[in-house]
T-cell receptor, first 113, second 112 residues
């Protein structure tokens, strides 16, 4: 059974049109991460939550926002997608506090047209 | 500055050969993990190493954590085509801050 579920698997959006990607988990993990991964590159951390505590990476553009309304769900909002934002977006969870083994969803492939 | 450097970046070898992938850092990690990612999928955890000098085996894969907890290696014996994928090391620098940083990745291709 899938433990970290991302929707949709594929998303096409227009340049400048806001888009939201979603992630849900059944693991009851404290930590949820959002990573951006471009072709043939390693995942790049955008931000993460420990419970409701939000931790933004210093180099994450303001164009990227996140919400975590409860333990199970986390959203990535891209306010004005540019062509350079086309990528695979990966959501992951971990227990945190020394248990950082991460469980990933299948990712959402974002295309900007 | 990339905290975790992996080498080689790309590796293509024949089925049946052995290989080693390296993950190096100037920082000390409280724990380090190895993941494998297949195209179009999220990374999947292979192993976690915690203690300096630790060696873990997963079938044909052998993982080692450096004594100083700054580096790690992954050795694959008798590679199979199913081993093809992107191998990523990832680590937590400061115990308890939950931040998981990924290495630069090694793309491995096993040729039949």
């Amino acid at each position: 059974d899938a433990m970290v579920i991302q929707n949709p698997r594929y998303q096409v959006t227009q340049f400048g049109k806001p888009v939201t990607l979603s992630c849900s988990q059944t693991l009851n993990h404290n930590v949820m991460y959002w990573y951006q991964q471009k072709s043939s590159q390693a995942p790049k951390l955008l931000f993460h939550y420990y419970d409701k505590d939000f931790n933004n990476e210093a180099d994450t553009p303001d164009n990227f926002q996140s919400r975590r309304p409860n333990t199970s769900f986390c959203f990535l909002d891209i306010r004005s997608p540019g062509l350079g934002d086309a990528a695979m977006y990966l959501c992951a969870t971990s227990r945190g506090r020394g248990g950082t083994e991460a469980f990933f969803g299948q990712g959402t492939r974002l295309t900007v047209v | 500055t990339q905290l975790l450097e992996q080498s080689p970046q790309f590796l293509s070898i024949q089925e049946g050969e052995n290989l080693t992938v390296y993950c190096n850092s100037s920082s000390v990690f409280s724990s380090l993990q190895w993941y494998r990612q297949e195209p179009g999928e999220g990374p999947v955890l292979l192993v976690t190493v915690v203690t300096g000098g630790e060696v873990k085996k997963l079938k044909r894969l052998t993982f080692q954590f450096g004594d100083a907890r700054k580096d790690s290696s992954l050795h694959i014996t008798a590679a199979q085509t199913g081993d093809t994928g992107l191998y990523l090391c990832a680590g937590e620098i400061n115990f308890g801050n939950e931040k998981l940083t990924f290495g630069t990745g090694t793309r491995l291709t096993i040729i039949p």
